[in-house]
């Protein structure tokens, strides 16, 4: 159980196009996702939160008109990132929690975005 | 503010050998703490948590963590590795009460060597 699925796993994109991300949860309804960003061989940063049929909450220096979120339903969150550009290139992992009393996250296989 | 520290970049361990990789912590309140694993090119697995209860925490994969309140640390254990364990091992904190936002480390590279 608890199974989280990111669509595209990679894509490779030019510079100025957009590309969306699709979160899903797969067996549970998500109270919360989330979206984060990691670099090679560093941590995740959270870039940020998204509620169900909400605005996303993002973190201090993301670009909220640039990387776009939608929380749809309790199922499914997207993430576009919008004219993207080189050092948009990352590796984007989201997840979703089925709240309290668990709070665990559960992680999406992530998408390697290469914007050439 | 809630941080997680892991002191070791990289953990290198032989075969059959126990496996410690350190976190220790800081919160106000209650910590809530979790390790999660990290296979390259791949989203991170949850391992174990502890919430409350006993110090010893049993999770995947024969993993465990022992959680100390008073030197604020939750190492990750297993009492004989293996090279499959190779990954990078993250241990992450709720940042607060009513939060669902994790706090990571930033992370301890494992290799076991054959």
């Known amino acids: 159980g608890a199974v989280v699925s990111q669509h595209p796993s990679w894509v490779i994109c030019k510079s100025g196009t957009s590309v969306k991300i699709e979160c899903r949860s797969l067996d549970f309804q998500a109270t919360t996702m989330f979206w984060y960003r990691q670099f090679p061989k560093q941590s995740l940063m959270l870039m940020a939160t998204s509620n169900e049929g909400s605005k996303a909450t993002y973190e201090q220096g993301v670009e909220k008109d640039k990387f776009l979120i939608n929380h749809a339903s309790l199922t499914l969150s997207t993430l576009t990132v919008t004219s993207a550009h080189p050092e948009d290139s990352s590796f984007y992992i989201c997840?979703?929690?089925?709240?309290?009393?668990?709070?665990?996250?559960?992680f999406g296989p992530g998408t390697r975005l290469t914007v050439t | 503010a809630q941080s997680v520290a892991q002191p070791e970049d990289q953990v290198n361990v032989a075969e059959g050998n126990p496996l410690t990789v350190k976190c220790t912590y800081s919160v106000s309140g209650n910590p809530y703490l979790f390790w999660y694993v990290q296979y390259p090119n791949r989203g991170l697995q949850f391992l174990l948590k502890y919430i409350t209860g006993d110090n010893l925490v049993k999770g995947s994969y024969g993993f465990e963590a022992e959680f100390n309140k008073s030197q604020t640390s939750f190492h990750l254990k297993k009492p004989s590795a293996l090279v499959s364990d190779s990954a990078l091992y993250f241990c992450a904190v709720r940042v607060g009460a009513g939060s669902y936002q994790l706090t990571f480390g930033k992370g301890t590279k494992l290799s076991v060597i054959p």
């Open positions: 997840s979703a929690t089925v709240g309290s009393p668990s709070y665990e996250q559960y």
